[in-house]
């Protein structure tokens, strides 16, 4: 068999990603079309888009995937959050970072305030605190 029996991380977060677009999709009455040519990573990035968008403008708050460095939330003087959101998408939703602002500061310790360099394989600095 070319296909190995060994369940990953990757697999369990493909398929959340699958069911997700299939309900979407089930929830609209449309059918879930996606390209079979490309990397496995691309085959659903142009539905994951479309469905970002759909709930983004519906205010879906389930689906807040935004770099944390591009956008900046403030309260108003009514009470209200109000936050300026990014134009660049994440390259993948588990990124907190878009990609421009990965190259700065996904080295850093993500620990808010801390800016020492993360230690290789972990995404927080050597202070055992963090």
Known sequence: WSVGSHLNADH????????LLIEDCHDRQQTLVVPHDGTQK???????HACN???RLYSWPEIQHYCKKCVQFYCGPDGTVHHMVSVVPLAYNCHCFCPDDTIKYDTICAIVGCDDPIITGHLTCANPHH
């Not at 691309?42 to 994951?48: C, L, P, W």
């Open 12 to 19: 369990v977060w493909d398929s959340i990603i699958i069911l």
């Open 53 to 55: 968008l759909r709930f």
């Open 42 to 48: 691309n085959h659903f990035k142009e539905a994951i």
